[in-house]
């Protein structure tokens, strides 16, 4: 699990990245088939209706308002809109809903959140030194999740930020151990080090701001364990160096205990949180305090049987049970340690059977305790589970090599003691073949057949998924409607509110609120004043108010804190949004600016540009050192050119060669001119000399 990654021939043709894209992209279209069909319908379950009327909110209040949307006027009257704990405004994917709509960006983000599971879950196995066919299986598996096909049916793409745990995990391992090229410099294993550290924070801070209610803590849960597990191995094995330069002066004391085996776990695993808190503070801190003041309520107490879980678990996924049972039997590290968190996993999805059960405990925790269902935990099973399949199909697959090489051993070593004569080295061409064979069988007879058996079972097929008609555009004046939850998605294309709600969320909705208005705006006594409308955004109202004496007016939207006046002072009538504006002629402007939201923005945004500074750096040195050994190249095989031999040399203030520069070339391709003729004249003396001396012998 720590040491050098083995070589198999057959390995290097998934190496190749675009190879692999290209065979992820074709397997979501084949089980995915479903999602790109149908373009402009929705599914039928409310809850995707729900999501689709959040998200296109979202896209028309900064689109066509030129707002970030910190409210959102067309749900249960105006409640939070970035705070809330559904809205993926401020995820990675939600540009593709900016770009191509909420219909199709919706589903684009499926399919490369999908390509993306693939992908994680292959370089996590790769990196725990499985083969290429079982890290294949094992992305197929968990990225075709059969809870995912639910998921998406019930329109939670949010909960598609389950198929990004992987990459956390790769990450996580890579800067923990380093990456498993040792042919790596000290340097470059430094920068892939690091980087592996803030792309691990990336990803979780993308789940984060997908609206992850329920990846995150997940993913929190499944770094916390794999933390865990290698801290004590580091404890009590250690590991190789894990690259990072220090200096030995005694003012790094710390550093290098941190350094310890047992403590770099943890030191990779804080730097990943930390980096993910600074990327989503611009969520997180507002979504948390959100909840703080409106927590989720939900009294049944929710328990599933053993026996209920793994039937389940059983009538599909058999065949990944028994291959991570073999590598546990073969006792194989990484399939033991990632077999224990399916246990875990499984131990949780049981639920709140006793005061001991670990769902029981977790539901004590912050962010934990908001969790329902805990028979989704079954996803974390399949995760675990299928990491150690891998490992599983990587034993079965070198089992064949290492018995054929074994054979030949025990064959000559009989017939040397038996006939003599001296022993013959095992042939490399025999073993190619062998390990060729090893690879072909692995995938013929186990990845391939199971894995189809699976995809199929899951595949989403066309006219399926998608069967009611989408909505329409209408452009009108914004105003609030009586509302319907299973049809909500038709409402906010045509600027209309929906009072009718059902929200996971206690969330405030005033008594007052009418959806049979004559204008939104009015004043309470209409004797006293009169209300025009003269500019209406999300975040924004300007109203033209003529009062006769001091009046409220009232707004047909809920009240909020964050709400502020130019004139007058904002209040709550009744849960209901109200102003107390002074007698005259006046133009009012109400705003909704949350200063706690936009302190949280700026954090966010601080870390993303220290984030890509140092990646970017990195970038540029690393296209540096490229650069320079690409000039170094021969044109021919027995092309001597090298560096020139007046190049400057640079170098850092550690001593060591400047990324780009000459020194930075292996010293042996550093040669001078001079040097390449003086060796040329060497080899003409040495050429004349056995000359002459062979002429000496001729009879």
């Keep these: 699990m720590t040491g ?97 709509g ?94 592996a550290r803030l792309l691990g924070g990336f990803v979780v801070a993308w789940i984060v701001l997908s609206a992850g209610t329920y990846p995150t803590p997940y993913a929190m849960l499944s770094v916390g364990y794999v933390t865990v597990a290698l801290s004590i191995l580091g404890f009590f094995r250690g590991r190789p160096d894990d690259g990072l330069q220090t200096t030995s002066d005694g003012g790094n004391r710390w550093l290098r205990v941190l350094r310890a085996p047992w403590l770099v776990p943890w030191v990779a695993a804080g730097t990943i949180g930390l980096v993910a808190f600074g990327l989503a503070a611009g969520k997180l801190l507002p979504t948390l305090s959100f909840l703080r003041q409106f927590p989720r309520v939900f009294a049944p107490v929710e328990m599933h049987t053993a026996s209920e879980m793994f039937t389940g678990y059983w009538g599909r996924y058999a065949v990944v049970l028994v291959l991570s049972l073999i590598g546990v039997v073969t006792a194989d590290l990484a399939a033991g340690i990632f077999f224990g968190g399916a246990l875990l996993f499984f131990a949780l999805a049981m639920g709140d059977f006793g005061d001991g059960s670990p769902f029981h405990i977790l539901k004590s925790l912050p962010i934990f305790g908001q969790l329902r269902f805990p028979d989704r935990f079954m996803v974390g099973v399949l995760l675990f589970s299928s990491v150690a399949a891998a ?79 989408g909505p329409r555009n209408y452009d009108g004046p914004f105003k609030q409607s009586r509302g319907n939850r299973r049809d909500v998605h038709m409402f906010t294309p045509a600027n209309m509110g929906s009072l009718y709600c059902v929200a996971g969320n206690p969330l405030p909705e005033s008594a007052l609120l009418r959806g049979d208005l004559a204008q939104e705006e009015y004043p309470a006594d209409p004797t006293k004043a009169t209300v025009k409308r003269l500019e209406w955004t999300p975040n924004r109202i300007t109203l033209d108010v003529d009062a ?93 050119v090298g560096p020139p031999a007046n190049a400057a040399v640079k170098s850092t203030p550690d001593g060591h060669a400047a990324v780009g520069s000459v020194d930075a070339v292996p010293p042996a391709t550093a040669t001078s001119d001079a040097k390449v003729d003086a060796d040329a004249k060497t080899d003409e003396v040495d050429a004349d000399a056995k000359t002459d001396a062979g002429s000496k012998t001729e009879p």
């Design 4 to 100: 050098k990654a083995t070589i198999r021939w057959p390995d290097r043709i998934m190496a190749l990245t675009a190879l692999r894209l290209i065979l992820w992209v074709i397997v979501a279209a084949f089980t995915h088939e479903g999602i790109l069909s149908d373009p402009f319908k929705v599914a039928d379950w409310m809850d995707d209706h729900q999501f689709y009327s959040w998200e296109e909110s979202d896209r028309t209040t900064l689109l066509r308002y030129h707002q970030l949307p910190a409210w959102n006027p067309f749900w249960c009257g105006g409640t939070a809109g970035i705070a809330g704990p559904e809205d993926p405004f401020l995820g990675p994917d939600f540009v593709l809903r900016l770009l191509f």
């Design 102 to 195: 909420v219909a199709h960006g919706r589903r684009l983000a499926i399919c490369l959140l999908v390509v993306l599971g693939f992908e994680g879950m292959y370089r996590l196995c790769r990196r725990l030194d499985a083969s290429a066919v079982g890290a294949t299986f094992a992305a197929l598996v968990f990225g075709t999740c059969d809870r995912f096909v639910s998921f998406i049916r019930d329109g939670w793409v949010n909960f598609l930020g389950f198929e990004l745990i992987p990459f956390v995990l790769y990450f996580l391992l890579v800067g923990t151990l380093g990456p498993a090229d040792e042919t790596l410099s000290a340097v470059e294993r430094t920068e892939r080090i690091r980087r």
């Design 391 to 469: 490992r599983g199909i990587t034993r079965v697959e070198d089992a064949l090599p290492i018995a054929v090489k074994r054979a030949w051993d025990l064959f000559l070593g009989w017939r040397k003691r038996t006939f003599g004569g001296k022993e013959s080295p095992f042939p490399p061409e025999l073993g190619w073949i062998i390990v060729g064979v090893a690879a072909f069988l692995a995938y013929s007879r186990v990845a391939r057949p199971h894995a189809e058996e699976i995809l199929t079972g899951v595949r989403i097929r066309p006219g399926t998924m998608y069967v009611q008609e």
């Design 548 to 640: 006769k004496e001091p009046t409220t007016v009232l707004v047909n939207q809920n009240w909020a804190a964050p709400w502020r006046s130019s004139i007058g002072t904002v209040k709550s009538v009744e849960k209901l949004l109200a102003v107390d504006v002074p007698a005259g002629k006046n133009v009012v402007v109400l705003k909704y600016t949350d200063r706690f939201l936009d302190l949280c923005l700026l954090v966010s945004l601080t870390t993303l540009l220290g984030v890509a500074f140092v990646l970017g750096r990195d970038g540029v040195r690393w296209a540096k050192r490229e650069r320079a050994r690409w000039a170094t190249l021969p044109l021919w095989p027995d092309d001597p």
